[in-house]
């Protein structure tokens, strides 16, 4: 009856089912739809929504705003018409309305005094750490949104938690399904009408805090704290960044869980760190780290996040690429920018070559470089038999560079290739030495051809520990 004989109908949207109905009964009325399209964000859209209703009422309409389900129910619009009518005194009445939650309720077989949650997916990030109850998210109106949920969701239960997935409810095509929570944001189907309920998590994953590390280097910073850490700055840090960078790999190597989860930390120090350092200096902060980060992952998987669809992984490195270029097109004018100079020389002509490759500088297949190894090892000799220094240290340099694009024609890493002989012949130096210890020989009286049995027989442990 209030729709029927309303003066001035407002809707604030009109993608909804019960709207074919009043048009059945040619009931007259005007949408707010095309603000979506107008504004850049929801909360401009509500914002505008509520101006208008009210500057409406003011010119002396008598306004009927109509809203999907329940009005008190994850509409903010009303919220906001509700609180600006009070402070211009205009009337406001509120009919209740039935909501989806009534049906969903009685579809799940769930009794809301139980103890339920119900948050919309844009708040959920926010309000999520805590809830302790079920959890029922509206609004996951896109895959985007899915994700976003199903990552903020990850933070404090397992990824195969089950979750139900509920569409249209209440509706002839109504669709409610059990699935883990990983697949959130693979499901074919997913819009405005897509809600998600949660059951309570039995163990709830407690969020890793990274605050407490933050404080302790806040506090060694601080007047009173340790005069080292006092007096550190980016410059002075570098060397240990670069120290931990490499015990990391050196955890990986050994395949030590233990040595690599201490190791981490170790280089997480580093980073909180730095951006202690810089924080005080009012150039960025930890937060502006991880948030710069976190956009950046999202920006280049939009194959995860957006609607993009990819064969392989070797698609995903094209528009990562692709992506990246795009970023950096205003820093990076020469095609081999972009490439730290302080890398280690291996892994930096690794690199170097790479980029030239993307640009078809390369050859087609590895034969060719092999013959260009050889040709450098020839040129090497030469050098050294005409015993120039200089030369010499070019053409070795050359050997070097060869050998590398060698590795990548291989798909191996030359600096990692060459960090796993450095370990083996730590090992096997090692054994001589122990060898040598045990039997109480002396390194001065040993020949050199002594020495390479005892070698010898370290290959031959190895590959016994191998077998």
């Known amino acids: ?61 008598q306004v009927v705003y109509a809203v999907p389900g329940s009005p008190l129910v994850a509409e903010k619009t009303v919220l906001l018409i509700r609180e600006l009518a009070i402070k211009e005194s205009i009337p406001v009445k509120i009919l209740p309305g039935m909501s989806f ?21 844009a708040d959920l990030e926010r309000l999520l750490p805590e809830v302790n109850t079920a959890l029922i998210v509206t609004q996951v109106y896109n895959r985007q949104v899915a994700s976003d949920t199903k990552l903020a969701l990850m933070q404090h239960c397992a990824d195969d938690w089950q979750i139900i997935l509920v569409r249209n409810v209440g509706l002839p095509d109504e669709d409610i399904r059990e699935i883990p929570l990983f697949e959130l944001d693979r499901t074919e189907v997913i819009d405005h009408l897509t809600s998600v309920y949660v059951p309570a998590c039995k163990e709830r994953i407690a969020p890793f805090e990274l605050k407490p590390l933050q404080d302790i280097m806040a506090t060694l910073r601080s007047p009173g704290g340790c005069v080292w850490d006092m007096e550190q700055t980016h410059t002075s840090l570098r060397r240990y960044f670069v120290e931990e960078v490499y015990e990391v790999l050196e955890a990986i190597d050994l395949e030590d869980s233990e040595k690599l989860c201490e190791e981490l930390g170790d280089l997480l120090l580093q980073v909180v760190f730095h951006a202690r350092v810089a924080e005080e200096s009012g150039i960025f902060s930890m937060q502006d780290v991880i948030n710069g980060v976190s956009e950046k992952m999202v920006r280049r998987h939009p194959h995860v996040f957006g609607g993009l669809t990819v064969r392989d992984a070797a698609e995903v490195v094209v528009n990562w690429e692709a992506i990246k270029k795009q970023e950096k097109a205003g820093e990076r004018k020469r095609i081999l920018d972009g490439i730290p100079k302080g890398l280690p020389a291996l892994l930096r002509a690794y690199k170097l ?61 030359a600096e990692t290739a060459l960090n796993v002989t450095n370990n083996k012949f730590i090992r096997r130096f090692q054994y001589i030495e122990n060898k040598v210890m045990q039997q109480g020989l002396k390194w001065d009286k040993l020949t050199l051809e002594e020495l390479d049995r005892i070698w010898n027989k370290a290959k031959q442990a190895e590959l016994r520990e191998k077998c």
Do not use: M
């Open 1 to 61: 009856d209030k729709l029927q004989s309303a003066e001035t109908l407002l809707l604030r949207t009109a993608k909804h089912p019960t709207v074919a109905g009043l048009q059945a009964r040619n009931i007259s009325f005007t949408t707010y739809d095309y603000l979506y399209e107008e504004k850049a964000s929801f909360e401009e859209v509500y914002s505008a929504i509520a101006a208008d209703c009210i500057a409406r009422a003011e010119a002396g309409e």
């Open 101 to 121: 939650l009534e049906t969903l309720y009685a579809r799940l077989a769930i009794d809301p005094i139980e103890g339920i949650t119900i948050l919309d997916a």
């Open 353 to 413: 070559q790479g980029k030239a490759a993307k640009v078809g500088f390369d050859w087609d297949d590895v034969q060719p470089v092999w013959d260009k190894v050889q040709e450098e090892l020839v040129e090497l000799r030469e050098a050294a038999a005409a015993d120039n220094l200089r030369d010499i240290e070019g053409e070795l340099g050359d050997v070097l560079f060869s050998v590398v694009n060698l590795a990548r024609f291989l798909g191996v890493e």
